[in-house]
């Protein structure tokens, strides 16, 4: 005699997401602010759209190497090439360095996301900065790292202490990546010495002596680039604290209090030279920084001001 299964009612309930993607044809945009780029940079983003390099050879030699036999599933396909179009706009032709940020490059290909909450609290607090999520564009980043394409070493990424964040990730494109777009490793180095040769130029027009162009290498131009690259992610990091903490401080009801602001901005600038300057020529420098201050922070000048 057989006996009844037991019915097991699941206490799982099913979530508000969707696990459907919220932008099914991620696709880079060019800027208009945009200038004309090189025609070896043309060719990179023409090729990009055109050519599939998720089905190319160095892809599926790249996923068998690494145990994966499985193709990308065509969302991921999708987010790998907008996101390989947004690259090939950015590469610097001598570094190989893409200079953009994942983020920004993220949200120019279309793959950063807004979830409810996050769209709320911008409703709630216009001061509050936005959250995106680029997990999409992140998976298909390490995706491009893991075929070889993309070079970029946990050794180079570097941790912010003040703001508590990484620094903006650096990372370099590599000959297979320029291998999956059908470009030859032969034709990537003349444009890279065809590049160096001009910032040699420009480098002995801008008063450079021989000897320093002569020392002009791809190592040492790497080199530079990385470390421009750390000290302008830090610069930009500490600029959103000032631009966030100055907001708070100017967003008051009187222009008074907005003053005193500023006024504490000259004297810090000032220091022991503030003993030297007149009074007219202190009123005048607050009125300055007032000024600047509602400028950088986008907030608006109170009615009924009057300058003292």
Known sequence: MMLAQEVVQSQRTRGEHCTKVKNSAPKYVEPTHYKNPPAFIKDLVTKSQLVDMTKSDSAYHARWMNGRRKAFYPDRQKAIRALATVFCRHINLVTHQVELSLSTAAHMAGLATLSKGEAERVAEDDLYQAKYSISRASRAFRDMVEMGWIRADRSWQVWDKHSGVWVDKYYEVTPVFFDALGITFERVERQRNKRLGLLKSQGLNSGLTPEQVGKMSISQIKADGKLRWRRKAFERNA??????????????????????????????TLGDKLGTVSKDAFTDMVNKEVASLRSFTGVERPPNERLN
């Open 239 to 268: 600029s959103l604290r000032d631009k966030k903490k100055l907001t708070r401080q100017m967003r008051v009801k009187t222009a008074q209090e907005q003053r005193h602001v500023a006024v504490k901005q000259v004297m810090a």
